[in-house]
């Protein structure tokens, strides 16, 4: 028992290390942002901060680690159902993700975030599908590539101007734009 809330308090410890740090994110740069904003926003000591993270970049790491690990568990189950489900269920749930979780998402995805961060989320998302898109439709590889980074960039754009829309489209209405744009991109070359 003793255990059970030991593990409690070490969550709820973190959870407001780190909305404490959200909340900062949002009006300054990293770089800005010292240990002791962050204790006294969050109303705990340094050795505390210290026993969780070495700095404020190890706490955005973690962060990131973590929304990177459950996009990843939303796809592996799609992965597991996908018999039943299309590509748009798992954009659908990724949008329904990124609802739950906008003060995040807003951050990470936004200039503030780290681009290498977003490059690695969306393909992680779109990896597959979209390079099996502008593959198959028979480009040489190093246009398909261009084009799986245009519309990896694009996909992040729409995000991000949905997360400012402040998500007034459903997750269902913006996988299906995202999928069907993507669709006719990858095939916009067919016809050249």
Known sequence: MKNEKGDRRVRYTKMVIRESFLDLLQTK???????KEICEKADINRATFYSH???????????EAQLFLNIEECINDYREKSADQTPVHLVEQIFD?????????????????????????MNLVYDKNLMEMTH????????????????????IGVIQKWLDDNMKKS??????FLIETNVRLAGFNKAR
């Open 29 to 35: 740069d990293i770089a800005q942002i010292s240990i």
């Open 171 to 176: 997750a269902r209405y913006m996988a299906e």
């Open 53 to 63: 993270y070495q700095d404020p970049y190890d706490l955005m790491e973690k962060i």
């Open 97 to 121: 993700y990124i609802r739950e979780n906008a003060k995040l998402c807003r951050l990470l995805l936004s200039e503030r975030g780290n681009l290498n961060f977003q490059k690695r989320i």
């Open 136 to 155: 198959s439709a028979g480009l040489p590889k190093d246009e398909a590539d261009y084009i799986d980074s245009f519309i990896l960039t694009g996909c």
